[in-house]
């Protein structure tokens, strides 16, 4: 079903939720979307933990002083799950009479791609306009340059690999440090190059495995005495980083390995500047498009604007790996 991406509603009231994984700068956009209500004087209500206190009934108004202090904080105050529930028709038609019980007539979910495929179809049948935010780390969604949570997951990444820097280079070590990323490799690649990455394996390409031992000999040779391999979770080579580690030590015996997985880590803290920003403006243009009769779009950013992509098509589209980066990643190695 094609996705309906206009309605000739006034809308009564927005319900605002946050679902999948957990991103900084959620809270960020929480805040605008509640301001920008009691801009436009459209009340609106928090459902918290996701789609599955939409079926509980978990709702609750919010005002402009209920986001007080919270564009500086990592998480969601609102709470996030996974609903399986959500998943099945009984589950949908559970939240559906709530957000009616509740007077809501229309949704804004701040999300990963997962999420907006559940407010799609919720929108298909039940006909509430949806709009989407994308809120998620691994900057994997069609349709915006940056999700929120991408750019404060980099700057975490950063700084703890300039740490693991220190003591690889106080005891000559090869480090393999396991970043996010299991079907992208955003974060790999562009921390990669922030933190000075000898090696970067990414899920978009193949090295192989060969490749990277003699990318590793020839580092040895130049003169490196320390290493640090990026490894985004869905690298091809299809080994886990410990397996990889391993490979690497029995090969190249020379190179004292050890490995970082950076973990949960990268989810969390308090939001960049540049998240909270984004999270701003894109929680008023959400807002915005639900009383412009806009819906079953999710806001996203294209050089610098806020643009619209149909929800369909910001779920199934690429968000392809920047050539130019891996070209630079690669010079940068020598
Ligand atoms: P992240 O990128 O951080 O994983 P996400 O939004 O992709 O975030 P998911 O767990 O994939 O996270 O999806 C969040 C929720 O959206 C699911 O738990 C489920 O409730 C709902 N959802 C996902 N896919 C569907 C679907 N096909 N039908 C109905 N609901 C869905």
Known sequence: MATKTSHSKTIQKIGVLTSGGDAPGMNAALRSVVRSCAYYKIPCCGITRGYQGMIEGKIKPLGPRSVNNIINKGGTVLKSARSEEFRTKEGRKKAFANLQNNGIDALIVIGGDGSFTGGLIFQQEYGIPVIGIPGTIDNDI??????????????????????????????????????????????????????????????????????????????????????????????????????????????????????????????????????????????????????????????????????????????????????????VSEIMRL
């Open 142 to 327: 069609y349709g915006t340059s940056h999700t929120i949570g991408y750019d404060t997951a980099m700057n975490t990444v950063v700084e703890a690999v300039d740490k693991i820097r220190d003591t690889a280079i106080s005891h000559n070590r090869l480090f393999f440090v396991e970043v996010m990323g299991r079907d992208a490799g955003h974060i790999a690649l562009n921390t990669g190059i922030g933190a000075g990455a000898e090696e970067i394996l990414i899920p978009e390409e193949d090295m192989g495995l060969d490749r990277l031992l003699d990318s590793l000999k020839r580092s040895k040779k130049s003169g490196k005495l320390s290493s640090i391999v990026m490894v985004a979770e869905g690298d091809k080579i299809g080994k886990n980083v410990f397996e990889l580690a391993e490979h690497i030590e029995d090969n190249l015996p020379d190179y004292e390995v050890r490995v970082s997985v950076l973990g949960h880590m990268q989810r969390g803290g308090a939001p960049t500047c540049f998240d909270r920003v984004l999270a701003s403006r894109m929680g008023l243009k959400a807002v915005e498009a639900l009383r412009d009769g806009v819906s079953g779009n999710m806001v996203g950013m294209a050089d610098g604007k806020m643009i619209f992509t149909p929800l369909d098509k910001a779920i199934k589209g690429e968000s392809k790996i920047d050539t130019e980066l891996v070209r």
